[in-house]
Nanobody, 115 residues
Framework: QVQLVESGGGLVQPGGSLRLSCVAS????????MSWYRQVPGKQRELVAL???????NYLDVVKGRFTISRDNSKNTVYLQMDGLKPEDTAVYYC?????????WGQGTQVTVSA
């Protein structure tokens, strides 16, 4: 059974930082393209950042220069380092793993940026 478990969300002031983690089990992690998505109520889930199995990364334009995605295949973990957080970054953040034709999702972790 494939599981993705996120952690690291919380409440942070504008300009602050958080690091999200997502641990995968039940699957060959190194073969997955790993991504972070986010969603706010009433809006579609959007892709924030991805890292391929080969280590290539891509980012949503509004987070470029502030967020960094990385992966540690030895720990079956993908990270999202978020710096310079803004109120508009407030959302539920979801970890996603993709291989061949199947998407796997975590349960989500809430990130709230507020003074």
């Amino acid at each position: 059974q494939v599981q993705l478990v996120e952690s690291g969300g919380g409440l942070v002031q504008p300009g602050g930082s958080l690091r999200l983690s997502c641990v995968a089990s039940g699957i060959q992690f190194s073969a997955l393209r790993m991504s972070w998505y986010r969603q706010v109520p009433g809006k579609q889930r959007e892709l924030v950042a991805l890292v391929t199995s080969g280590g290539h990364t891509n980012y949503l334009d509004v987070v470029k220069g502030r967020f960094t995605i990385s992966r540690d295949n030895s720990k079956n973990t993908v990270y999202l380092q978020m710096d310079g957080l803004k109120p508009e970054d407030t959302a539920v953040y979801y970890c996603n793993g993709f291989a061949i034709t199947t998407h796997y999702w975590g349960q989500g972790t809430q990130v709230t940026v507020s003074a």
